[in-house]
């Protein structure tokens, strides 16, 4: 009886420590329209984009129609008109009003071309807004970055010139010439890095100019200066964007 | 800085100024229950915003933070939207009692100011029955929520209103005992004499071992019970009754409720801090700082409880008030006599 008495009593006062504690913590959340995350999670699920190529610029999708029917709510219809027994996309339709942004086209998808991109600012005054075609999937996918799957016939191939250039970012120029003996492989690895650090020092310049001037006026100087210099240039569009709306916001 | 002298100064005036005494008197006392009714609104207004920043810091959220710095005009805005929304009254209610039972609640919460010393002199009429006078007033909160559960003629308001009923009758017994066991040490029942007995720390009645910590003790959780606070909150448990016995009400009335719920939270916490932590004694700042301070460190520890506790049951509360408060309680109060008789730590 007593020993219950005294473990009750010691437990109330564990139980108000540990709500004390949490007390004196700082508040984790954020005060979404002034202050946001400057970058979102590699992986979250925002609204749905169309990749296009990095090079050539057009899009992916090679109308397999395998998104539209892998979609549980039927949000996407894609259009399209037959050109010599080929399948060429006429339009590509995405109704976000029915998206329930579970992913399943982004999985069933082969060859990149859709993706849930992290991007979740989308809202509008009107129904019709939301019913994204294809051109403004194709301009919201353009600063997603992305990786192009491996076709599998060669990707044993590719795989050691992967490795040397360190990033996956560009199978499609490797695809001519992997036959070959370990030398020119590795050459070709080299350049591959090269093109690659090039590629990374190209993106990177633009940052600290677009970033700069903007962090004095900034309303929060909280924890947010270190994130954007790992941000590659998508995110660094997004963060200028945000800093502007943040800035509106606060006068 | 002591406000004592601007009031004495203020009534002097007035006296000077040959109007009738009668009428000095009255306006002396009048201007004094504005005074009060207005600190009260006042500091009800700054508690619910206050529980609301708390609730959201130990939740590590930042609660209200738009209007005004980290929210404070919020609670200002609640008001007046609740002033301009429309008074409903069910078309079954019992019209009178309805009526009634928020205005009830609302009196007996700023009665209970009259006797309360705020500070060295500060205080509306030094009854000599002062905390008997709190006591009975109080008490009147059980009538207005059963009026409430009645009257608005719904179940979850009447199973409200009979919850607390129970709840608040069967706490009032260890409350008034602890009570009575530092009046048995005070000799006095006025407010005042309690607060000058315990000039020293080592006098106030919370360091008064071995029955002060007690009753200390088993009046907080007993005034917990009085307010309808978690862990004793079933009168109002949202997932049970919706909101408890003020389901029906809306507006004007509901705020009614809403303050006093608020203001019987500053009342226990500053009944606390007269009989237990020595009132308004304290060094260097004025007596009503002193006051303000232990009274508002009192109002967080019950918000503290609030939202770290999970809620009792109706038969868990009920036998933790019967088979253990009362009896510590009337423990408590032997003891406190044998103290006080044999002269053990009657500094």
Request: with cysteine; glycine share 6%.
């Amino acid at each position: 009886m007593v020993k219950k008495l005294v473990d009750a009593i010691k437990n109330l006062v564990i139980g108000l420590f540990t709500t004390g504690k949490h007390l004196g913590r700082h508040a984790v959340t954020l005060q979404y329209p002034k202050e946001k995350w400057q970058e979102m999670p590699e992986r979250s699920r925002g609204i749905v984009v169309l990749l296009s190529d990095k090079e050539t610029g057009k899009l992916n999708c090679t109308v397999c129609m395998l998104c539209q029917r892998a979609c549980p709510t039927a949000a996407i219809r894609i259009e399209f008109e037959k050109v010599e027994k080929k399948r060429v996309l006429k339009d590509f339709i995405v109704d976000n009003t029915i998206c329930c942004f579970c992913g399943l086209c982004e999985d069933t998808c082969n060859f990149a071309a859709i993706k849930m991109a992290p991007k979740y600012e989308f809202s509008t005054l009107s129904k019709e807004d939301l019913i994204w075609h294809r051109d403004k999937l194709q301009e919201m996918g353009r600063d997603v970055p992305y990786e192009k799957p491996v076709r599998k016939k060669k990707a044993v191939a590719k795989k050691p010139a992967e490795k040397t250039a360190g990033t996956a970012a560009k199978p499609k120029t490797t695809t001519g010439d992997e036959t070959g003996k370990e030398k020119p492989k590795a050459q070709n690895g080299q350049t591959e890095a090269e093109k690659a650090k090039n590629e990374t020092g190209r993106t990177e310049t633009p940052k600290p100019d677009k970033v700069e001037p903007s962090k004095p006026e900034k309303p929060e100087p909280g924890g947010d200066d270190n994130k954007n210099k790992k941000d590659d240039s998508q995110a660094t569009t997004e963060s200028g964007e945000s800093e502007k709306d943040s800035r509106k916001e606060s006068k | 800085m002591e406000l004592v002298g601007i009031f004495k100064y203020l009534y002097e005036l007035l006296a000077d100024s040959g109007l009738p005494e009668v009428w000095v008197e009255l306006i002396g006392l009048v201007a004094a229950a504005v005074m009060v009714f207005g600190l009260l609104a006042l500091i009800a207004l700054f508690l619910v915003w206050w529980e609301r920043k708390v609730s959201a810091h130990i939740q590590q959220r930042f609660g209200p933070m738009l209007t005004g710095w980290h929210g404070w005009r919020q609670t200002i805005a609640d008001a007046l939207k609740l002033l301009q929304k429309e008074d409903i009254t069910p078309t079954t209610a019992d019209r009178p009692v309805y009526y009634w039972a928020p205005i009830i609640a609302f009196v007996a919460a700023f009665a209970a100011y009259v006797v309360i010393p705020f500070g060295e002199g500060l205080i509306v009429a030094d009854l000599n029955v002062g905390i008997l006078f709190i006591v009975a007033i109080t008490t009147f909160t059980i009538i207005s929520l059963l009026m409430a559960g009645w009257g608005s003629n719904n179940k979850y308001a009447l199973l409200g209103g009979m919850r607390s009923a129970a709840q608040v009758v069967s706490y009032e017994v260890p409350m008034v005992v602890s009570i009575l066991a530092v009046i048995v040490f005070a000799g006095s029942l006025s407010m005042v004499q309690i607060v000058e007995s315990q000039e020293l720390i080592y006098q106030w009645y919370i360091f008064r071992l071995p029955f002060g910590p007690i009753a200390f003790v088993t009046y907080i959780i007993a005034a917990t019970a009085e307010t309808n606070r978690t862990p004793f909150d079933i009168p109002e448990a949202e997932q049970e009754l919706v909101a408890g016995f003020n389901v029906e009400y809306s507006g004007m009335k509901f705020a009614m409720f809403f303050l006093a719920e608020f203001v019987n939270v500053f009342t226990v916490s500053a009944i606390g801090t007269t009989l237990f932590l020595g009132g308004w004694q304290g060094p260097w700042l004025p007596s009503w700082v002193w006051f303000f301070i232990k009274t508002f460190a009192l109002v967080f520890v019950f918000m503290w409880f609030r939202w770290t506790y999970p809620r009792l049951r109706v038969d868990q509360l009920m036998e933790f008030s019967w088979k253990f408060l009362v009896p510590l309680s009337f423990a408590n109060l032997i003891l406190a006599g044998l103290m006080k008789y044999s002269g053990w730590f009657n500094w």
